[in-house]
T-cell receptor
Framework: NAGVTQTPKFQVLKTGQSMTLQCAQD?????MSWYRQDPGMGLRLIHY???????DQGEVPNGYNVSRSTTEDFPLRLLSAAPSQTSVYFC?????????????FGPGTRLTVL | AQSVTQLGSHVSVSEGALVLLRCNYS??????LFWYVQYPNQGLQLLLK??????LVKGINGFEAEFKKSETSFHLTKPSAHMSDAAEYFC????????????FGSGTQLTVLP
């Protein structure tokens, strides 16, 4: 199992550009989520999904779009990048069974917006 | 709404000394509680979690934490610090019955001095 994979690892954008951060998991997890990590602020939830075709907003959704067409993939789209979106982005997944299990995190994507 | 407070953004201990990282939470009902560790340029790894049952939970690498409902705390301890423990540590909570959303504290950077 590869676990949770994220691409790219690093990205530099200019203000106004768009891009998609990719996230995939091979553990057949229903729940997937995106967080951003900023110094001194921990991780904040951007969007999450409880299954294919179902997405919802987290704490900081503005400027980001998501979709979930398959169980495995959960891409995060920046429609018009802004310097405030410079951050490290983490994708995570877990199952949604009766008992709460561990969330598995990807290695992260470091994004710089100039 | 839930919130997590980690006292001390930076903690330094000598190798072999006790590690104590503090975490307090605010929640209308006792939540699920977690400690994650992040090594430089890596994703997050679960150290331990409290969901139900025994309030003293043991995790990986010799860490443990105790859930104290009356103090709304979940402090992380390790009797003897090792150089390899140097990392950033995050406390997180999730409401029981929720769709797995995590609310993170701002993190504590642990430095281990030789």
């Amino acid at each position: 199992n590869a676990g949770v994979t994220q691409t790219p690892k690093f990205q530099v954008l200019k203000t106004g550009q768009s891009m998609t951060l990719q996230c995939a998991q091979d553990m057949n997890h229903e729940y997937m989520s995106w967080y951003r990590q900023d110094p001194g602020m921990g991780l904040r939830l951007i969007h999450y999904s409880v299954g294919a075709g179902i997405t919802d907003q987290g704490e900081v959704p503005n400027g980001y779009n998501v979709s979930r067409s398959t169980t495995e993939d959960f891409p995060l789209r920046l429609l018009s990048a802004a310097p405030s979106q410079t951050s490290v982005y983490f994708c995570a997944s877990t199952d949604t069974g009766l008992f709460y299990n561990e969330q598995f995190f990807g290695p992260g994507t470091r994004l710089t917006v100039l | 709404a839930q919130s997590v407070t980690q006292l001390g953004s930076h903690v330094s201990v000598s190798e072999g000394a006790l590690v104590l990282l503090r975490c307090n939470y605010s929640s209308s009902v006792p939540p699920y509680l977690f400690w994650y560790v992040q090594y430089p340029n890596q994703g997050l790894q679960l150290l331990l979690k409290y969901t139900t049952g025994a309030t003293l939970v043991k995790g990986i690498n010799g860490f443990e934490a105790e859930f104290k409902k009356s103090e709304t705390s979940f402090h992380l301890t390790k009797p003897s610090a090792h150089m390899s423990d140097a990392a950033e540590y995050f406390c997180a909570v999730s409401e029981k019955g929720s769709a797995r959303q995590l609310t993170f504290g701002s993190g504590t950077q642990l430095t281990v001095l030789p």
